[in-house]
């Protein structure tokens, strides 16, 4: 009876111990615990058939980027062409072009399909030495002649088969 009430007092400091090492100012400490995303917030992307995100690219505005802001309030006519890309880059991250510009993935592909092809060719090559058994004689050129002058020699099938097709007496194919 003793026995059973320190196992289970033994369990129950063991679980206690490993929820106290567990809590989150423990893992804070470790540095390892990356940031969560909130789902329900509106989120920024840059996509060609979406073109306006839920929210700007920047969230955060400097001193300059309030004054910017200010700025685009007025006539758009006293905005300089660098001040209008600026005010574009606070919106949005990429441009079209820069969003349809494509990218060398397509190599890394074709690179990946080729050494597949190529490890699965080796490992066919490795079978057919190393695991299947030689092909058999019955395969071999030799062997079919003989086959087939055998059967011509019985006369199988003679009367549509192959041996209707053989002139016995010049010895040759009709």
Known sequence: MLRL??????????????????????????KEVSESVDMSQPMYWDRVDIPLPDRPYKDVLTDADKSLKQKEKGPWGQLTKEEKIALYRLTFCKTYPEMKQQT???????????????????????????????????????????????????????????????????????
């Open 5 to 30: 009430t320190t196992g289970r007092v033994g369990s129950l400091l063991a679980r206690r111990a490993t929820a106290a090492v567990t809590t989150s100012s423990t893992r804070m400490a470790s």
């Open 104 to 174: 060398a993935e397509w190599k890394t592909v074709i690179g990946g399909i080729f050494f597949f092809l190529g490890f699965t060719g080796l490992v066919i090559w490795w079978q057919s030495v190393y695991v299947y058994p030689p092909r058999p004689r019955t395969f071999d050129d030799e062997w079919k002649s003989q086959q087939l002058k055998r059967m011509l020699d019985m006369k199988i099938n003679p009367i549509q088969g192959i041996s209707a097709k053989w002139d016995y007496e010049k010895g040759q194919w009709k």
